[in-house]
C-alpha cells in the first residue's frame, strides 16, 4: 500500500511565503512524475507544477516565475516553494505521484491535500 502525507499549508498574508512538502512510503519500487495540483471552491482541480525524475519541470501559468517544484528521489519527496502569494492561490493543494510498486504495477495516487489560505 502507498500512501501521500502532505505538510506545510497554512494561513498567510498577500505577497509571503509557503513551502508544501509531500512524501510517499509503502511498498515503492519507484516514482515517475510528481506534481501539485490544486481546487478552490467551486473550481475544478488544476494542475500548479509537475517534475520527472530527471527533474524536469513544468507550469501553469498563473504561477511561474512564484512558484518552483523540487524533488528528493532519496527520500521519496516533493516540495512547492510558494512565493509572492496572491488571494487567487487560496485552494486545497494536493500532491500527486507515478508509483511503481513491489506488485510491478504504476498507477497514480494522491495525497489527502493541504489548504492554503492567502489574505488581502
Known amino acids: 500500500q502507498v500512501q501521500l502525507v502532505e505538510s506545510g499549508g497554512g494561513l498567510v498574508q498577500a505577497g509571503g511565503s509557503l513551502r508544501l512538502s509531500c512524501q510517499a512510503s509503502?511498498?515503492?519500487?519507484?516514482?515517475?512524475?510528481m506534481g501539485w495540483y490544486r481546487q478552490a471552491p467551486g473550481k475544478e482541480r488544476e494542475l500548479v507544477a509537475t517534475i520527472t525524475r530527471s527533474h524536469i519541470t513544468n507550469y501553469a501559468d498563473s504561477v511561474k516565475g512564484r512558484f518552483t517544484i523540487s524533488r528528493d528521489n532519496a527520500k521519496n519527496t516533493v516540495y512547492l516553494q510558494m512565493n509572492s502569494l496572491e488571494p487567487e492561490d487560496t485552494a486545497i493543494y494536493y500532491c500527486?505521484?507515478?508509483?511503481?510498486?513491489?506488485?510491478?504495477?504504476?498507477?497514480?495516487?494522491w495525497g489527502q491535500g493541504t489548504q492554503v489560505t492567502v489574505s488581502s
Open positions: 509503502g511498498n515503492i519500487l519507484s516514482i515517475d512524475a
Open positions: 500527486n505521484a507515478r508509483i511503481w510498486t513491489t506488485t510491478l504495477a504504476s498507477q497514480p495516487y
